[in-house]
């Protein structure tokens, strides 16, 4: 298991003064990086081999949403390789031990030249020390887009949306599917699930769908498929 401690900053804080759903997600993300990096299979020594760990899917689940300036520790392990995809789960955790925010993750290790998934090489596997998947109530990995889902006004993909890769970052479609809760929804879990990568200049085209205290909001091309589905339960 890899951990690092930190305290909830302003920046990472929404109105109510508790740390965001996104900062979660980022914790989470700059975790499994620093652990990357610290074993020697970072973005740098994978750019090399024209390699890199892309995200399939997310199952967010939030107990507490952590206070502004509360301390918190954030842990993350993998679980399972197999072929080329990895598993991986994500613990926050307050200063006591509370279980604030928990993860769990699918990764795909795509060669970058040919856009295509390939089996992650022995030397990279062998770096992460597998241990337990975390006692939670796993979810599908698949997020379908509703049928009956609600077109709402399209936009571009801009610079700042942008991650290392030139793609969308995971945690930027998330933030654009939030913007269409409804005011005072809570979010108790989220899923995504990634589709294709969008680029600077892409139009995303958003469709939502609210019932039952579940909203799914799909974020697609202009052709109607998705780059991500997200849905978010109360």
Same mark, same amino acid.
């Not at 991500?228 to 109360?234: D, G, L, P």
């Given at each position: 298991m890899y951990a690092f401690q930190s305290r909830v900053r302003y920046s990472e804080a929404g109105e109510d003064k508790k740390i965001t759903l996104l900062s979660i997600l980022n914790y989470f993300q700059d975790c499994s990086t620093f652990q990357s990096e610290g074993l020697g299979v970072g973005l740098k020594q994978l750019e090399q081999r024209n390699r890199v760990w892309v995200l399939n899917s997310w199952q967010i689940v939030v107990n507490r949403y952590a206070d502004l300036? !509360?301390?918190?520790?954030?842990?993350?392990?993998?679980?399972?390789?197999?072929?080329?995809?990895?598993?991986?789960?994500?613990?926050?955790?307050?200063? !006591?031990?509370e279980l604030l925010a928990y993860a769990n993750s699918l990764w795909a290790f795509v060669d970058t030249e040919r856009g295509r998934p390939v089996k992650a090489p022995e030397d990279v596997v062998q770096a992460y020390t597998l241990e337990e998947r975390l006692d939670m109530d796993y979810a599908p990995r698949k997020v379908p887009v509703p049928e009956d889902a609600r077109p709402q006004e399209s936009f571009l993909v801009h610079v700042s949306h942008l991650d290392s890769n030139h793609h969308v970052n995971n945690g930027q479609y998330v933030q654009m599917a939030k913007d269409y809760l409804p005011q005072g929804f809570s979010i108790r879990q989220m899923r995504a699930e990634y589709k294709k990568s969008a680029v600077l200049g892409d139009r995303i085209c958003p469709q939502v769908k609210l019932e039952s205290g579940i909203c799914t909001v799909a974020l697609c091309d202009e052709a109607g498929k998705p780059y991500?589905?997200?849905?978010?339960?109360?």
């Open positions: 300036c !509360e301390e918190i520790s954030t842990e993350t392990w993998p679980y399972e390789f197999n072929g080329f995809t990895g598993s991986r789960n994500f613990a926050m955790r307050s200063r !006591e031990g991500a589905t997200v849905e978010f339960q109360r």
